[in-house]
């Protein structure tokens, strides 16, 4: 049973490009979540699908930010036009359905330098 | 609103010391479930625990063990004759109800070095 997989683990990029980041959950896991987290805070939500339905987004992803689960399996998150403050370590997280549905595993996460 | 407060930034014990980080949440939900998770240096956030707000029964895993009370609006985590592997990030998370379980609120996460 392999874990959450990301991709890159890391980027650098400078400001004004696009990166996008790719998650792996684990297999069967139907919920997918992205996360933000930056130094010295706990992570920060993003948004989460049910299978490939985006049911939640937070209000810090703002428009540059997009995430999509096409086939209710991997997830890709895209940010435009990176700015300085896009630099954080990106998590995702899986779970599974039934009673440990709310239990989120991680991904060992992406992080982004923006110059 | 949800509000996880771990008011210990960093802690530093000596090995085989006994050690709580301590977590107090807020929430307007009745029902809601909270966690603790461990953050290695190597950044992976490994899951510990969850309880729901209907079981107050303390639990014991090993050298870990979570109190939780729902007067005081706590759930500290001890850990028992500390190791030098222990040393990481914790965090403590709420999710609630209103939420579907499924938006985590984490707190600022307490800083353990375990000192050999």
């Known amino acids: 049973d392999t874990g959450v997989s990301q991709d890159p683990r890391h980027k650098i990029t400078k400001r004004g490009q696009n990166v996008t980041f790719r998650c792996d959950p684990i297999?069967?896991?139907?919920?997918l979540y992205w996360y933000r987290q930056t130094l010295g805070q706990g992570p920060e939500f993003l948004t989460y699908?049910?299978?490939?339905?985006?049911?939640?987004k937070s209000r810090l992803l703002s428009d540059r930010f997009s995430a999509e689960r096409p086939k209710g399996s991997f997830s890709t998150l895209e940010i435009q036009r990176t700015e300085q403050g896009d630099s954080a370590m990106y998590l995702c997280?899986?779970?599974?359905?039934?009673?440990?549905?709310?239990?989120?595993?991680f991904g060992a996460g992406t992080r982004l330098s923006v110059l | 609103a949800q509000k996880v407060t771990q008011a210990q930034t960093e802690i530093s014990v000596v090995e085989k010391e006994d050690v709580t980080l301590d977590c107090v949440y807020e929430t307007r939900d009745t029902t809601y479930y909270l966690f603790w998770y461990k953050q290695p240096p190597s950044g992976e956030l490994v899951f510990l625990i969850r309880?729901?707000?209907?079981?107050?029964q303390n639990e014991i895993s090993g050298r870990y063990s979570w109190n939780f009370q729902k007067s005081t609006s706590s759930f500290n985590f001890t850990i028992t004759a500390s190791q030098v592997v222990d040393s990481a990030v914790y965090f403590c998370?709420?999710?609630?109800?209103?939420?579907?379980?499924?938006?985590?609120?984490f707190g600022t996460g307490t800083k353990l070095q375990v000192i050999p």
């Open positions: 699908f049910q299978n490939e339905a985006q049911l939640e």
């Open positions: 297999s069967e896991h139907n919920r």
């Open positions: 998370a709420l999710s609630g109800y209103s939420g579907g379980y499924q938006k985590v609120t």
């Open positions: 997280a899986s779970s599974p359905g039934g009673a440990g549905k709310n239990i989120q595993y």
């Open positions: 309880r729901n707000s209907f079981d107050e």
